[in-house]
């Protein structure tokens, strides 16, 4: 790959989390031709997935973290985005409301919400992954943000410190006579939406451009001419560059077919539950001023989320046990692609109903007055999982111009403001040179169980396979 330089002409195909970062980074490092393609129109919908943007990033609400278990680079990358966070809540606070895109003017201005992250065990004693955690926050200098429920210190220092009446917003002590759990203080979740739409913002500022159209930037090919890439759009044009990336999300292995064994679109499970304004008391509960991000049974077989209600009042939980797929004909090959809400022509917004009946059960143990309300919508958040979880940021191999910058695995919108600084120096060759480079270069496993991705479409998690949850499955019956 031949070396880029301030003026090299840089395509990168979508605008999620890591292609808008990676766009940022780049033009904050004195790259002055970057160009953002996406199929989808997420700048006058603000990325809001209730005006029918279909991608993981383009989400109500995700979860900030900083335990990682064992994984201490990632933990301590989150712990270096946290600060970014902050200093982007006092940016947009700042920011003249008439230079800001209509959509982020309105509600609440503030990205990134300090609610505190439970870790709650599903069972007596705590999880071997979370002791782990446990370990490496000490390690770290970190443990004095961490409360654990069975130890007398931490329940004082959480009293002492204002958190104590988020040490059990379930009522578990009270209800079950036990309530094994962790509190992180310093974790909490962020507006997804609207922070992309604020990295959107940064970007064009900082002078990136945007092509943002279900034609002129839907990219149906990645060839190659004279020894550049070139981009094949559906309008008809060819875009020769010095530097493609894909970072196409759900949709990498589609454009990108070397990726196949590496990397693999799945979907996640989602419902909402709508908290009526009218009832004081639950729409203070689940506020962010009372109610944590809650993890439930982490590595212990329930692998359940939810984060607090929105503005608008929606509360939405999230089942992590079993990661979906579902296979297609693309080129030639059988790979799984995602099936949305809106934009891909065969379209699903119901969840199997082993998923649905797990978020049920989250609720009917945890949050048994939420029960009457019954579910009001699904969805399934479809993004790409890597062999091994890690994310995937590097050339492709034999594809002179080209790299992928995908793998989120279902962590990656914690890193939003730092993921691109990151890449960006992969990009300049210096990927060998550093921690994240090593981590997420080009790889291959011999592994015999490689996060699924072994099994193929012959698997169990296919979505075909599965019996989909219907609207009359959302209430809950005695």
């Not at 031709?33 to 943007?53: E, H, K, R, W």
């Not at 065990?121 to 943000?145: A, D, H, I, Q």
């Not at 002078?207 to 990645?222: F, H, T």
Request: charged share 25%; aromatic share 10%; glycine share 10%.
């Amino acid at each position: 790959m031949a070396a880029i330089s301030p003026s090299s002409k840089i395509i990168i195909v979508g605008s999620g989390v890591f292609g808008i970062s990676t766009a940022l980074w780049l033009a904050r490092s004195g790259y002055t031709d970057v160009t953002v393609l996406d199929m989808q129109d997420t700048a006058s919908t603000a990325y809001d997935p209730l005006s029918g943007v279909d991608s993981a990033s383009a989400d109500l609400n995700k979860i900030i973290r900083f335990s990682y278990g064992a994984e201490i680079e990632y933990q301590r990358l989150a712990t270096e985005a946290a600060k970014l966070w902050d200093g982007w809540n006092r940016e947009i606070a700042a920011e003249p409301a008439d230079e800001l895109p209509e959509r982020l003017r309105d509600g609440d201005r503030q990205l990134w919400w300090n609610a505190g992250w439970l870790r709650m065990s599903s069972e007596p004693e705590l999880g071997v992954w979370e002791l782990e955690s446990l370990k490496n926050m000490e390690r770290e200098g970190v443990r004095e943000f961490q409360f654990r429920t069975d130890d007398d210190a931490d329940v004082a220092r959480a009293k002492e410190r204002g958190w104590a009446h988020k040490l059990d917003p379930c009522r578990r002590q009270e209800r079950f006579g036990t309530n094994s759990a962790v509190l992180d203080s310093s974790a909490g979740f962020v507006y997804a939406y609207k922070s992309c739409a604020w990295a959107q913002y940064l970007a064009g500022k900082a002078g990136v451009k945007m092509i943002l159209d279900p034609v002129r930037g839907k990219v149906l090919d990645i060839t190659s001419k004279d020894g550049h890439p070139v981009v094949c759009t559906a309008d008809g044009l060819e875009h020769s560059a010095d530097l493609v990336v894909v970072a196409g999300g759900g949709w990498t292995p589609s454009l990108v077919p070397e990726v196949q064994g590496l990397l693999e679109t799945t979907a996640g499970s989602v419902a909402m539950v709508q908290i009526p304004k009218d009832d004081p008391d639950l729409w203070a509960r689940f506020g962010p001023d009372n109610q944590p991000v809650i993890g439930w049974g982490t590595r212990q077989g329930k692998e359940v989320y939810s984060i607090p209600r929105n503005q608008n009042g929606t509360f939405k939980i999230g089942w992590r046990k079993t990661k979906w797929t579902n296979f297609d004909d693309v080129g030639g090959r059988r790979i799984s692609v995602p099936k949305t809400a809106h934009v891909t022509e065969q379209k699903e917004s119901r969840i199997p109903i082993d998923a649905l009946d797990g978020i049920k059960e989250f609720i009917e143990l945890n949050f048994p007055e939420l029960i009457p309300l019954g579910i009001a919508s699904t969805k399934l958040c479809w993004y790409t999982d890597s062999i091994d979880n890690s994310f995937v940021v590097d050339f492709v191999p034999g594809r002179p111009g080209v790299a992928v910058c995908s793998g989120g695995s279902g962590h990656g919108f914690k890193f939003l403001p730092i993921l691109g600084r990151e890449v960006v120096k992969i990009l300049e060759g210096k990927g060998s040179q550093t921690v994240y480079g090593r981590m997420w270069r080009w790889r291959t496993s011999s592994e015999p169980r490689r996060n699924g991705l072994e099994e193929g479409e012959q698997g169990p998690r296919v979505l075909a396979k599965q019996t989909m949850a219907s609207e009359a499955d959302w209430k809950f019956t005695d």
